[in-house]
């Protein structure tokens, strides 16, 4: 009987092992996952600050091409439209959408830019322009950083066996920010 008490100790002591180190496993897996999540949520906030600096550089630049060429209103409203749309948004992917509206709007002020050769050589206008490329760049990075994170994170809840932790934690896949289809065509330039 002592044999039989001591074989069962075993077992139990055994099971209660492995489950201790499932269990560690587990919650370490888990604890990963949110550390990715977090990640993206910075990396988003650096998109979001990328997207705010031309958000706020838009309406100087706008302000000193009216002054030469007034005549192109519906530029100007597509702009006035595609900023308003980003000032309501709330969720990334409404914020995604208003940033490619405010980058087809941005590429038809510039088709006007290239209307007006004296605009250009304006110094109030060079130096935004300037700070739109640099903002434009910074973006161009943050958001390829955005996506880096969405894919790795992306990727851990999908592999076993963390795809078990990840569906059984409440992890579901992120979006990657895509630009609007109408920001994929160059902007027609005529003289």
Do not use: C
Not at 1 to 24: A, R
Not at 77 to 91: P, V
Not at 179 to 189: Q, Y
């Amino acid at each position: 009987m002592n044999f039989f008490k001591q074989k069962s100790n075993i077992i139990l002591v055994s099971v209660l092992g492995v489950l201790l180190v499932i269990m560690m496993w587990f919650f370490s897996v888990r604890n990963n996952l949110i550390i990715m999540e977090e990640g993206i949520s910075g990396t988003w906030a650096q998109v979001e600050n990328q997207l705010q600096r031309r958000y706020d550089l838009i309406p100087n630049l706008v302000n000193t091409v009216k002054g030469v060429a007034s005549h192109e209103k519906d530029v100007f409203s597509a702009i006035a439209n595609a900023r308003s749309k980003m000032g309501s948004a709330q969720t990334p992917s409404q914020k995604i959408q208003a940033s490619g509206m405010m980058e087809s709007a941005l590429s038809r002020l510039l088709m006007v830019v290239e209307r007006y050769p004296n605009l250009k050589a304006n110094q109030s206008f060079n130096r935004l322009m300037d700070e739109l490329a640099g903002t434009e760049n910074r973006l161009s990075v943050e958001r390829r950083r955005f996506n880096e994170a969405i894919k790795q994170f992306n990727q851990s809840i999908r592999l076993f066996p963390k795809s078990i932790v990840a569906s059984f934690a409440g992890f579901e896949k992120k979006d990657y920010f895509k630009i609007d289809e109408s920001a994929r065509k160059a902007p027609n330039v005529k003289f």
